[in-house]
């Protein structure tokens, strides 16, 4: 019998993900078979409109999965698989992270089982993936290995030696008169001050959603929980965001995230 084995890129349609693969389009790369962009469906707007640009840019199919829509189900299901910030009788408290398997690498997971043709339940006997990472030089620490012995995991960038800024520079030589943002949910508590001041400034609609859902947010974990997406357990809407200087909002997407988002 035949096996497969694919190649594909994940695509968050950020930064580096995004120059990975116009990468791959130039030549500069081998080519994939395609790419899956696993959407959260509260991604800023700016990132579907870039996403439906790239996909016009490159020669190799696009495909988008989803879970479903990550702020409803946060506010409707009682419980997150989002790391809120929480205060529970005056200790500090962050939750579970789920997102990221829940509603990338899963939705990823069952988008290449189909492209293999494996039906539910059947083991990849010989069948294989390999799917393209976009981490770059500057945050080497998210590289993990997957979780699926049928699965590996590469990063291309780091394999270049290049950084983010390399990426950056690359995608500015090429195509000098577009943008590109961050991809990341509206209301990620991975955030820290500079990007919530971004978003304030530069994308207000995306902002006031944010601070709405953490209003909703602020009394719907256990009992006698609140929770933020601010590390300073205020409301988002009372957080001082004029200094330039970061006031405690870790970067948790190094320390914590399995390279998954926000490229």
Same mark, same amino acid.
């Given at each position: ?133 976009? &981490? ?21 960038? &780091? ?49 006031? +959603?944010?601070? &709405? ?26 957080? +001082? ?15 914590? #995230?399995?390279?998954? #988002?926000?490229?």
């Amino acid at each position: 019998m035949m096996t497969r084995r694919l190649q594909v890129i994940s695509l968050g349609a950020g930064v580096q993900s995004s120059v990975m693969a116009l990468m791959a389009a130039n030549g500069e790369l081998p080519r994939p078979d395609c790419a899956i962009f696993a959407d959260t469906q509260w991604e800023p707007q700016g990132v579907y409109d870039h996403l439906d640009w790239l996909e016009k840019q490159l020669p190799f199919k696009v495909f988008r999965v989803t879970k479903g829509n990550i702020r409803s189900s946060s506010v409707e299901q009682g419980f997150s698989e989002i790391p809120f910030f929480g205060l529970e009788n005056g200790k500090k408290t962050i939750g579970r992270r789920q997102c990221t398997n829940d509603y990338k690498i899963q939705p990823i997971r069952k988008k290449l089982r189909k492209l293999l043709g494996l039906k539910k339940g059947e083991r990849a006997k010989g069948h294989s993936a390999v799917t393209w990472i976009g &981490i770059s030089t500057d945050e080497a620490v998210r590289m993990k290995p997957s979780r699926d012995a049928w699965i590996q995991n590469i990063w291309p960038l &780091i394999e270049k030696g290049m950084s983010r800024q390399d990426c950056l520079a690359w995608f500015k030589k090429r195509y000098p008169t577009r943008p590109l943002a961050k991809s990341a949910c509206i209301g990620c508590p991975f955030h820290n001050d500079k990007e919530w001041r971004d978003m304030k400034i530069n994308d207000p609609k995306s902002f006031a +959603d944010a601070i &709405i859902f953490d209003n909703e947010i602020r009394n719907s974990g256990s009992s006698g929980t609140e929770q933020f997406l601010h590390a300073s357990r205020q409301p988002l809407s009372e957080v +001082d965001l004029r200094n330039l200087e970061d006031k405690g909002q870790i970067n948790m997407f190094e320390n914590e #995230c399995e390279g998954m #988002c926000g490229v």
